[in-house]
């Protein structure tokens, strides 16, 4: 990306804030980070030293034309704006289609007219089978960038599927954190609950693997194990508490599911073995030249993936926030 110009959408959370570190190291012409947050904007400057490649632009990727003018002369679009809390998007349904799907819709627009190399779509464990709101306008999200695919145009268009990454906004980590912190009993939805967790920095180096080898058309997924949420929390507990903390179940939310999942039944059918720490999803329907790339690997020999399948044990649990500098 040496040289490149470079938008990164929903670029002042803490996805983005990573993904620019790695970025700037490898000297592009320009970032531009395009949210629609003033405050975490300022912020940002200051964190980053007021860095003369980086670019900041107010504006929401529910207006075209804002987007159309940040995209000029782009050569790579990250798209990681989204509504993403599970709650709100069940509570605002309206708000987070026209953000998750109209938004991406709007992207995908942005990136073609401009003649933009190549867009990466950040996607969610919820896109799988969706049960909520989010899922279902991530998965649709999804759907969107594939098929861009097909449109006249040079710019590829790829997605990559995460699970819950660590610390971000609205992670349990942090809440429990406080919790625990506070002396406050944590409040857990479920017991029964499991999760994908995996560090910022390794969820950057999925989007950044996806940038440098996709050819458009696929959905990468990161190999990782689930996690009891119980088991999270215990862990925690006996890490940072100075007294007993009890835990509270407190039900499922709306939109909730007890396990997640990073690939469907019906999808692991068309997905296949990258290398040992990634899959990928091929679309149902032919895209010039992808299948072929594709061609020798070895399709994944399971049904679907799920959060519940391989737990991590506690000790696995302890090291994992250990290495993400939560138990310091």
């Not at 003018?69 to 993403?84: G, M, P, S, T, V």
């Not at 759907?143 to 990559?160: D, P, Q, S």
């Not at 709306?254 to 999808?267: A, Q, T």
Request: net charge negative; hydrophobic share 40%.
């Amino acid at each position: 990306m040496k040289n490149k110009t470079i938008v990164v959408t929903g670029g002042t959370g803490s996805w983005g804030r990573e993904l620019v570190k790695r970025l700037l190291e490898r000297e592009p012409k320009e970032i531009r980070i395009f949210s629609r947050n003033e405050a975490l904007q300022v912020e940002m400057m200051h964190e980053f030293y007021h860095h003369p490649k980086l670019t900041f632009i107010i504006g929401d990727i529910r207006d075209k034309y804002e987007l159309m003018q940040a995209c000029q002369q782009a050569d790579y679009i990250f798209h990681l704006a989204a509504l993403k809390h599970v709650p709100i998007c069940e509570q605002q349904p309206d708000s987070a289609m026209k953000t998750n799907v109209i938004g991406t819709q709007n992207v995908i627009q942005a990136a073609i007219k401009n003649g933009v190399e190549k867009v990466i779509y950040v996607s969610t464990d919820k896109a799988s089978h969706p049960s909520s709101t989010y899922g279902m306008t991530k998965a649709i999200g999804e759907k969107l960038i594939v098929h861009a695919n097909l449109r006249e145009g040079k710019t590829k268009f790829v997605c990559v599927r995460s699970g819950n990454v660590l610390g971000s906004t609205g992670s349990v980590v942090p809440i429990f954190k406080q919790q625990i912190e506070q002396g406050l009993q944590i409040n857990l939805t479920d017991k029964r609950m499991t999760r994908f967790f995996l560090a910022l920095e390794e969820a950057v180096s999925l989007l950044l693997k996806a940038t440098d080898e996709s050819s458009g058309g696929e959905v990468y997924v990161m190999r990782m194990q689930g996690c009891r949420i119980q088991d999270l929390a215990e862990v925690l507990i006996e890490e940072l508490a100075a007294s007993d903390i009890p835990i509270r179940e407190t039900g499922a939310r709306l939109g909730e599911r007890m396990c997640e999942s990073l690939i469907s039944e019906l999808e692991s059918m068309s997905s296949i073995h990258l290398d040992e720490d990634y899959y990928v999803i091929l679309p149902p329907f032919p895209i010039d030249g992808l299948h072929e790339t594709y061609a020798g690997r070895t399709p994944v020999q399971f049904d679907h993936f799920h959060s519940d399948h391989v737990l991590m044990s506690k000790p696995e649990i302890k090291e994992m926030l250990q290495n993400g500098g939560f138990l310091s």
